[in-house]
């Protein structure tokens, strides 16, 4: 059986975290390893709760640096990533383990997501965000680790990073993933996001 790492980071993440903290524990035989970065909402508490997980508080500053903590400390053959407030549906993991298992020449699967919250639902989009896909050990040796210089646009610098270094990549048809858009996350730095983004695409391209 393949060796699963969940990778959540965390930050003042109530009340969606109970969501990711279930759809985690769900996944039986499944490394779990948090990065909390000084929660004052009860979410560290939670995590610290469950029996068999990691729970760490976060050393480094940012995004990427809470991810590359959890990378750090995580020993399964395949990495899952799952943000605080996304949803996995029922299926996207095994779904994603099987892909790879098949394929093993594929890096990172990546599911569809659609984005709710406000309103209907979005359509369906490639889920090039870390809690849409399930990433090869390996792959991370090959690429290195997310960049801590882009507090925003870490996720993003990573997968073209992937993509130029020739790591293989297939996007699943199935929405396996919901994002959430709410107050938290829509009155994010958008200004700062778009600068981020703008260099990414200089540097690494983006078509």
């Not at 605080?84 to 997501?113: F, M, N």
Request: charged share 20%; net charge negative.
């Amino acid at each position: 059986m393949t060796a699963l790492s969940i990778l959540l980071v965390t930050r003042d993440a109530m009340p969606w975290v109970a969501d990711a903290v279930a759809q985690a524990g769900a996944e039986a035989g499944a490394q779990v390893i948090a990065v909390d970065a000084a929660s004052t909402d009860g979410t560290r508490e939670l995590l610290a709760a469950q029996a068999g997980w990691t729970v760490l508080a976060q050393q480094s500053s940012g995004l990427a640096g809470a991810r590359n903590e959890a990378l750090h400390h995580a020993t399964g053959d395949y990495i899952a990533f799952l943000d605080a407030d996304d949803v996995w549906l029922p299926a996207k993991t095994a779904s994603q383990v099987r892909y790879l298992d098949e394929h093993p020449d594929v890096g990172i699967v990546a599911c569809q997501l659609r984005r709710v919250g406000l309103g209907e639902p979005g359509p369906p989009q490639p889920a090039w965000t870390p809690s849409g896909a399930l990433i090869r050990r390996e792959v991370f040796e090959q690429v290195g680790p997310f960049d801590r210089a882009y507090s925003l646009a870490c996720d993003t610098q990573w997968f073209l990073r992937a993509r130029l270094a020739g790591v293989r990549a297939h996007v699943q048809d199935e929405v396996l993933l919901h994002k959430r858009i709410h107050a938290g996350n829509v009155s994010h730095d958008r200004a700062r996001y778009r600068r981020e983004l703008a260099t990414v695409l200089k540097e690494y391209g983006g078509g």
